[in-house]
């Protein structure tokens, strides 16, 4: 009987390598041909995709990407490696890895990497709290696809999701709390998720429900009533209805409602990137300003908070 080595593989979405337009057209044609992202017609699709959505996309998104772009590189890829960092740390002896769905770390080269220090037993750790087959599948097929090139599988934990984790609520409850201590209590709280295509949802796609898990808990947590938060979707793509009610239409509108004060949190991002930095704490707070709204702060994502880092270590050690 072979003996056990465990490792494990922490999976996010990806991000480009430069902040350049050939790097973020790699990277969005790579993320925009999953069948899990966009599942579209090929015929229809490609087309599309390639004559009319990357041309126009990339040379906006390559600008985005520049002016949230750190020392170290992209804000995503920095604080994976940090979780990384600091999860190996409480994890001496147990190699942990980091790869991309898209771009780079790939799944292959983590997986390779695991294999070199002679790992046989795979713990897959997605991090995304909330199950979607945008995301978690996505990494579910992208694994399968590697793996099916070896002879020797070896074991592999797949975790599913986390929405409800006592150790996750508890480390965004902490993160909330210490906002209102830092900025006051807002007006509204606003829970601020990643959407996807409403049609996804009805052909039976739990992340909605998911998201509305993670809610519950956080609120009943704070003790907050039904007027002192508000769940909404961000960053949609494409012209089909995707999970509403949406982020940005939500906030231009509360100031008219009587809302001058938000803080907003986006608890389906476990690291912080384009779509929390420039969207949520940008983008979002100018529409809510412009409109009328006095104060409006962006609660960060929990990256490698200690409270986070317990719940990975949990999530990763867990005999379930």
């Known amino acids: 009987m072979p003996q056990i080595k465990t490792g494990i593989l922490l999976v996010n979405l990806g991000t480009p390598d430069e902040p350049t337009g050939p790097a973020v057209k790699r990277y969005l044609s790579q993320f925009l041909h999953d069948r899990r992202v966009v599942d579209t017609h090929r015929l229809i699709w490609y087309p599309l995709l390639h004559g009319v959505i990357l041309p126009i996309r990339v040379p906006k998104v390559a600008k985005l990407y520049q002016a949230v772009w750190m020392d170290e590189g992209s804000p995503l890829l920095v604080y ?9 740390k409480r994890l001496p002896g147990t190699p942990v890895e980091l790869a991309m769905t898209y771009g780079s770390p790939s799944i292959k080269q983590a997986l390779a990497s695991l294999k070199r220090q002679q790992v046989n037993r795979l713990v897959v750790l997605p991090m995304y709290p909330q199950y979607s087959c945008s995301t978690t599948a996505a990494v579910w097929d992208a694994l399968s696809a590697e793996l099916r090139q070896t002879r020797d599988l070896p074991q592999v934990k797949f975790i599913r999701d986390y929405a409800e984790h006592p150790l996750y ?3 965004l409850v902490e993160s909330i709390k210490a906002s209102f201590e830092l900025h006051g209590k807002p007006d509204l709280l606003l829970f601020s998720y990643h959407g996807i295509p409403q049609r996804y949802a009805a052909e039976g796609d739990e992340y909605p429900q998911r998201c509305a898990d993670t809610t519950r808990e956080v609120v009943t947590a704070l003790e907050l009533d039904e007027s002192q938060y508000k769940m909404t979707f961000q960053s949609r793509f494409g012209r089909e209805p995707w999970l509403q009610p949406y982020t940005d239409e939500t906030l231009k509108a509360l100031p008219q409602q009587g809302v001058k004060s938000v803080q907003v949190i986006s608890p389906g991002f476990a690291a912080d990137c384009l779509e929390t930095i420039e969207e949520i704490d940008k983008q979002n707070r100018e529409f809510f300003l412009e409109q009328g709204g006095e104060s409006y702060h962006y609660i960060p994502a929990l990256n490698d908070n200690p409270a986070h880092i317990d719940l990975l ?7 379930d």
């Open 313 to 319: 270590q949990a999530l990763v050690t867990s005999k």
């Open 80 to 88: 994976s490696r940090r979780q990384q960092q600091a999860l190996a």
């Open 169 to 171: 609520i508890a480390a």
